[in-house]
């Protein structure tokens, strides 16, 4: 069962992942407006299937970054971004700076999917236990 919050903290957990939407919606805009190059960095960096790789790119953004902003299926939204942001900060992000504010948004991602966005509350397993047989337990 989710931990009602108040609704100061609910609006400041919905600002936040407005916010880090925000990163995903400007690189759909990036990807969208500039595929062709894109598609040019790929090759440039050695990938496979670089047209392909772009396209699967593109859909994981077009489906996860509208979801996170209005807050529908976040868990299966933050399940795309983070597979767009993994590969991203491996291959392409190149100074430490960078593969570091990769980590970070992947972190933020992490806490909007641990928030139960249906109820205004913390899930379980934000909340520091596990819920068994509809009964919540600690951790040990």
Known sequence: MAMPIDPPQR????AGRMLLSVHF????????????????????????????EMMLVTLLLLFGAPLLLV??????A???LIIFQVPTTIFFES???EQFDSV????????????DWAT????N??????????????KI
Request: charged residues 15%.
């Open 104 to 115: 970070s948004v992947i972190g933020g991602l992490l806490l909007a999917a641990g928030s």
């Open 95 to 97: 100074t430490l700076y």
């Open 25 to 52: 919606l400007t690189e759909l805009y990036d990807k969208l407006t500039r595929f062709a190059y894109w598609v040019e960095v790929c090759e440039a960096s050695g990938q496979p299937y670089p047209v392909a």
């Open 78 to 80: 933050v399940t795309a």
């Open 125 to 138: 397993c934000v909340a520091g236990g596990m819920a068994v047989g509809g009964v919540k337990k600690s």
């Open 71 to 76: 807050g529908k299926h976040v868990p299966q």
């Open 11 to 14: 609006n400041l957990m919905v």
């Open 120 to 123: 205004g509350g913390e899930s």
